[in-house]
């Protein structure tokens, strides 16, 4: 997302918007790989697990710094400043609806600080950590701007995900080697801004 400096700064300190910065939230699936499925974005179907609710509500009170770097310490994220862009590649195995909501809410949110709209891919699942291949098809693809975000039904994906190639390679660059190497090495993957806040 072309973003200056500053905006990224900015941004980092920024707490993260209400859903109301996104048009059409019920639509974060239509169109896509599990096109139909429901949304809760407001939490009703979590309302008989009220500190579940809680810990949701709590993450996105927070700002997009204190996400990373919780994120960060698991590894498995690249959040960075490089080429007048933010550049965001975020992986979760066997991740939940719910937090993936609160980082389409915090990069909704950058486009109130960047320099001009971009697209947001969300995929994943149970799947690898690449981006789509073989003509798979994304989980929902989030238009974001100056003036907020919304869910399109319909977006050329191969032009997409062919200009994230630079990023996903980042991001598997500093991936473990193998199953046997635990290690994940942020030096490039994480600006500074957000790394050195890790504990």
Known sequence: MPMSRAGFDGWLAAPLPGLDVIANPAAMWTGWAINGAGTDWDLTELAGYPAAVAGIRAARAKTPRELLTARAAGGF???????????????????????????????????????????????????????PLGGDQPLAVLLVDRD????????????????????????????????????????????????????
């Open 77 to 131: 994220t690249l959040a960075r400043h490089r080429d007048d862009a933010l550049e965001i590649y975020l992986y979760d195995y066997h991740g939940d609806v719910y937090s993936t909501q609160t980082d389409l809410l915090m990069l909704a949110g950058a486009g109130r600080f960047a320099d001009t709209g971009a697209p947001v891919m969300h995929w994943g699942g149970d799947v690898y950590p690449d981006l």
């Open 148 to 199: 907020g975000a919304r869910f399109t039904d319909r977006h050329p994906v191969g032009a997409l995900i062919e200009s994230l190639r630079p990023v996903e390679a980042a991001f598997l660059a500093a991936a473990p080697a193998d199953d046997g190497d635990t290690g994940w090495d942020p030096t490039d993957v994480l600006d500074p801004a957000i790394r050195n806040h890790v504990a």
